[in-house]
């Protein structure tokens, strides 16, 4: 009895074993190899793209096919499982449900986070459940370059009549260039196509000068700038076959004519004593944009001012600033104190101009100082201060 027991155990083994040996052939056999094709491989963010795994079969079915991205599974489709299509929530991984199957599965909307390995896992329902995996590359390039694109205007405020270079910055990683096309506003002015002749292409447009010389395929230089050419500048990549995948960034150019001179400050009186009220005006011009002003006393701001921006010839403007405060002694406790005003625009441009307000004929034989606002003239007004204040100490000592 035990000896039988035995004997059908060590049967039970051996046909056990004949059966996994005869299925890892079967297995081998029954299930080719895959493949993962991506359609399309490179692609524009916000595209769907369509994942098929292409696999064979002899007579075994399918236990489940496993969709990954780098090593997360994010669909799954296994036919003795009710829903026969699972997806399994992965960041950004968008399915259209309707559209995948048992082979393949489309993704929507795609981005370009979701660039990397996708492979798709392959298991067959027999013994030992045999497996094969696939994988491929996806490539979603994205607004802002065919992976990083910039558009750098230089210099970044350029001055009315030089020169600006607009440079693209571009990546392309897995086809050559196709063409790259500049835009100011919505009108094409320049064109790079690296497979015609000639390369580079000048659509006329009003005010725009192409120096060809400079310009190739990753900057165009433009001279003698005008006003008319501040604003929106674009440029539109291509990526050749099979994607023809297209970028495109955008900057501003602000093209300026910065004040030929720093402000000039003028005053009502030549002299001003504690008590008077100072009526000043300062200006600045032309320029464009107008110059913004402001005016100090002994670096405290004096407000309120009344501003106003004249409109001039080709464009330009004039601004003046009208400030009427009372001066007090405290003003003079240092001296004459010293009337600042600042213009500026924006960041590019910042002057000054100072003038020392004297109480009187007493003072130093200067008896103004209208001055553009250079460090040379801040100097030359600190000097006037301390001179004032060693009158002002001696006058004090002598009465
Ligand atoms: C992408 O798929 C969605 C449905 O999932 C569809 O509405 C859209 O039109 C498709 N887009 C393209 C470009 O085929
Ligand atoms: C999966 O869907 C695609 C497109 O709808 C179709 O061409 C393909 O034959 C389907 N595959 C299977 C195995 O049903
Ligand atoms: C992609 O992923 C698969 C499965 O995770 C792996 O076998 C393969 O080496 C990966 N390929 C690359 C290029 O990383
Ligand atoms: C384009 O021209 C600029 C200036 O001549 C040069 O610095 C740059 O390397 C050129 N770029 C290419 C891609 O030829
Ligand atoms: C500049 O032009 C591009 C292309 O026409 C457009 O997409 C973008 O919104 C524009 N930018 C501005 C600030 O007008
Ligand atoms: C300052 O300018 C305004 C307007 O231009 C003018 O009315 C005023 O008289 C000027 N004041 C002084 C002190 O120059």
Redesign the pocket.
Known sequence: MADARKKMSRHSYILNAVFLFISMIYGAGGLRTTELRITPRVVQRGRNVTMACLYQLDNAGIYSVKWYREHQEFYRYSPFESPTTRSIPVSGIKIDRLRSNESQVVLVAVTPALSGNYSCEVIQNSLNYPHSTASAKLDVVGIGGLRATDLLISPPVVQRGSDATLACLYELTDAPLYSVKWYRGRHEFYRFSPTEAPATKIFPFAGINVDLA?S????VVLTRVSFGLSGNFSCEVTADAPSFATSIVSNTMEVVVLPPSPPTIQTSQHFHAPGDVLRANCSCGPSRPPAELAFYINDSPVTPGLHQVLPMAEGLFRSEFFVQIQLWPAHYERGAPILRCEARAGDLYREDAAVALYSGSGDPKIERVTSPGSAATLLGCQILIIVNTILWICRTNIT
């Open positions: 400079r190739n395929q990753s900057q």
